[in-house]
């Protein structure tokens, strides 16, 4: 449905000539991208002042659909990117699409800090536990078991709690939400852009194509119902035993902190240096 209930147009926010796009049928980025877009209209942000910058895999490509300034960047460098462009153009609203191995894995570092710096931005990390476009090998959040082209016998790795990590590091605003709830998703996505400080919003989606193919997890709608059940049963529970998910795997939002926000703290400290000088 290109135009929704609430009058949501999404060819508004396309770029047209960059169709059709590359996306497997059934690929659980798709929803994201439609919910960001609707998020993105909603709060009425202006298309020359929206920036939204990528990192490499299949939720980096996204960016290059977006009617908007677009920066697709290098493998796990989108919120380095994005800190330099958001401190030199604070007049943007900049967001930031990554995939679970460009962000925790390749850009895990660049996560911690961005956190830890609170610099107004929005960034959306697409969790669909698996580097689909390289060849399907295991990220930092495949679940324990589930079978990728580096671990044929069942990852043995426990998979890593990002909103819990980006919480503790510091980001003012941290939720997760399934491409199962749409307007779920986009109202998390909401709050984010609203949010005065870094936001980090984790989308939990589906690869069909590599990781589902890979384990026989059927079609794509059968994929979407199992977001509620088989396979990320801990995104609905309050706790699970893995210590490496001790926090809660809830939706929605997860965290506020209410710390400053760098940007304005770094343009007082250059400010004052000028005024010295
Ligand atoms: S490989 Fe997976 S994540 Fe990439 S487009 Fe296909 S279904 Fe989507």
């Known amino acids: 449905m290109l135009r929704n209930a609430a009058g949501f147009d999404i060819r508004n926010h396309l770029r047209q000539e960059m169709m059709p796009h590359f996306l ?20 009425g942000i202006d298309k ?49 699409i990554s ?53 044929p016998l069942g990852n043995a790795e426990p998979a890593f709690d990002a909103c819990a990590l980006a919480a503790a590091a510091g980001a003012g605003f941290v939720g997760r939400e399934v491409t199962h709830h749409v307007p779920k998703l986009k109202e998390l996505i909401r ?3 609203d949010h005065p400080g870094f936001a980090f919003v984790e989308v939990l989606t589906d690869c069909t194509e590599i990781f589902g193919r890979k384990n026989e997890l ?7 119902l199992r977001q509620k059940s088989d396979i990320r049963p801990s995104a609905y529970r309050d706790t699970v035993d893995s210590p490496f998910r001790s926090t809660d795997l809830r939706t929605g939002v997860l965290a506020v902190n209410d710390r400053p926000e760098y940007g304005a703290a770094y343009r007082r400290a250059a400010a004052l240096a000028a005024s010295a000088s």
């Open 24 to 43: 497997c049928p059934g690929c659980g980025h798709g929803l994201a991208l439609r919910a960001l877009l609707w998020a993105l209209d909603e709060a």
């Open 48 to 96: 020359d002042r929206l920036a939204v910058v990528s990192g490499i895999g299949c939720a980096g490509r996204l960016s290059a659909y977006i009617d908007a300034n677009t920066f697709h960047t290098t493998h796990g460098r989108p919120l380095a990117f994005a800190t330099g462009l958001a401190l030199a153009r604070p007049d943007l609203h900049v967001v930031v």
């Open 99 to 151: 995939g679970d191995g460009d962000c925790l894995a390749i850009g895990g570092n660049h996560l911690i800090h961005a956190c830890r710096r609170n610099l107004k931005m929005t960034c959306l990390m697409l969790n669909n536990e698996i580097y689909g476009m390289t060849g399907g090998q295991v990220s930092p959040t495949t679940s324990e078991q589930m079978l990728t082209s580096t671990t």
């Open 191 to 193: 709050q984010g852009l």
């Open 218 to 224: 059927g079609s794509s709608p059968e994929m979407i």
